[in-house]
């Protein structure tokens, strides 16, 4: 998949150097950039979906013991 962006000189300059100091490509490095924060990005995204959900009424939260109850473990 190709992806254009447009970063912020200040971005675009310290990827300039680090590219000419340890010699892999732009692409190389953001895909990097990206691997490492993809996750927490994830996390955030997703948790305040399914918080938003909760709020409005159209997904709900259980109790740990309707869960244990549900789940048939209860003592």
Do not use: C
């Amino acid at each position: 998949m190709t992806i254009s962006i447009q970063l912020p000189e200040d971005m675009e300059n310290r990827l300039d150097r680090l590219v000419h100091d340890v010699g892999h490509d732009k692409s190389f490095f953001v895909i990097e950039a990206i691997r490492e924060q993809l996750d927490d990005i994830e996390d955030a995204y997703l948790a305040s979906a399914v918080s938003e959900k909760i709020r409005t009424g159209e997904m709900r939260t259980y109790t740990i013991e309707e869960t244990r109850q549900e789940l048939g473990l209860e003592d």
